[in-house]
């Protein structure tokens, strides 16, 4: 369920975007998205716990985060 309600939040932001890109159009979409993203990171975390990872599965987990985190940021060119 988790993954339908992400799926729909981010491609209801990619649609609004695509339709109009004003600021208000834009500030919508970048909160849907951001919704989108807090389940699918929720559902993550809860199916990781359920499997009592070790350390070091929790931390490739971690890093995956940071990693996808920060390419985003440096794809954007506003990290560098």
Do not use: Y
């Not at 939040?9 to 990619?14: D, F």
């Not at 159009?25 to 559902?43: D, H």
Request: with cysteine.
């Amino acid at each position: 369920m988790n993954k339908l309600i992400t799926g729909i939040l981010i491609g209801l932001a990619l649609a609004g975007v695509a339709v109009s890109a004003n600021e208000a159009t834009i500030t919508v979409a970048l909160i849907a998205a951001g919704a989108g993203w807090s389940l699918a990171t929720s559902a993550a975390l809860i199916e990781l716990h359920r499997n009592q990872p070790s350390r070091t599965a929790m931390a490739a987990h971690d890093t995956c985060i940071l990693t996808a985190g920060i390419s985003g940021a440096m794809a954007a060119g506003q990290f560098v």
